[in-house]
C-alpha cells in the first residue's frame, strides 16, 4: 500500500537553528498538508498546498515557517529559527482529493 | 467548547470486548475521519465518512448526520489495538479540519 514518508523521523536542534523536514507524500496525489502535535495536546492544522502554492495557513503558520516542493517528489517544512515552543511531532500528509488523507509517521522535533 | 468532543478520554478493556468510541460535534461538516495514533506516534487514516456506515476489518464505523455524532467501534478487542484514536472533522465554512483530542483505549491481555 502506497505511504507518505517522512525523515528523519527525530530531530534534535538549538534553539535558533534553522530545520527543515521532509516528506515524500504518495504520488498521484495532488494536496499536501502539515500538522503538529505538541506532546500530550490535540493535533493542530498547520498548511495545505496546492498546485505548487499554499491553500491555506493556521495561525501557528507565522513568517519563521515555510513549505515548498523543490522537486516535484518532495515536500518540505522549514523552521527559519526554532524556539522551544516548536518541539512537537509534526505530520504531513497528502490525499488525491481535498478530504480522503494518507499520514506520514512523523518527524519527532526536540529543540532544546 | 470544544467543536470535536470525544468520550470517553480514557478506555481500558479486557481483550475480546466491544469497544465504542464516541465523536460528537457542533459545526456543519463535510466529513468525518477517525484516526488511529500508534504509542510512538504516527497516525494512520481509520475510515472517512460523510454518511452511513463503514466496516474494516473488526473495525465499524458510523456516522449521524442529523445527531451530529459518530462512534467508532472495534469487534474482538486485542492489545494490538491499544492506541489514541482521534476524530477530526472537516468543517464546512472553511474547508479545516478540526481534531478531537482523542480517547486513549488500553487493551489488556
Known amino acids: 500500500e502506497p505511504e507518505v514518508t517522512q525523515t528523519p523521523s527525530h530531530q534534535v536542534t538549538q534553539m535558533g537553528q534553522e530545520v527543515i523536514l521532509r516528506c515524500v507524500p504518495i504520488s498521484n496525489h495532488l494536496y499536501f498538508y502539515w500538522y503538529r502535535q505538541i506532546l500530550g495536546q490535540k493535533v493542530e492544522f498547520l498548511v495545505s498546498f496546492y498546485n505548487n502554492e499554499i491553500s491555506e495557513k493556521s495561525e501557528i503558520f507565522d513568517d519563521q515557517f515555510s513549505v515548498e516542493r523543490p522537486d516535484g517528489s518532495n515536500f518540505t517544512l522549514k523552521i527559519r529559527s526554532t524556539k522551544l515552543e516548536d518541539s512537537a511531532m509534526y505530520f504531513c500528509a497528502s490525499s488525491a482529493q481535498d478530504y480522503g488523507y494518507t499520514f506520514g509517521s512523523g518527524t519527532r522535533l526536540t529543540v532544546v | 467548547k470544544n467543536e470535536v468532543e470525544q468520550s470517553p478520554q480514557n478506555l481500558t478493556a479486557q481483550e475480546g470486548e466491544f469497544i465504542t468510541i464516541n465523536c460528537s460535534y457542533s459545526?456543519?461538516?463535510?466529513?468525518l475521519h477517525w484516526l488511529q495514533q500508534h504509542p510512538g506516534g504516527g497516525i494512520v487514516s481509520l475510515f472517512m465518512l460523510s454518511s452511513g456506515k463503514k466496516k474494516h476489518g473488526r473495525l465499524i464505523a458510523t456516522i449521524n448526520i442529523q445527531e451530529k455524532h459518530s462512534s467508532l467501534h472495534i469487534t474482538a478487542s486485542h492489545p494490538r489495538d491499544s492506541a489514541v484514536y482521534i476524530c477530526a472533522v472537516r468543517r464546512n465554512r472553511d474547508d479545516k479540519i478540526i481534531f478531537g483530542k482523542g480517547t486513549r483505549l488500553h487493551i489488556l491481555p
Open positions: 459545526v456543519g461538516i463535510s466529513a
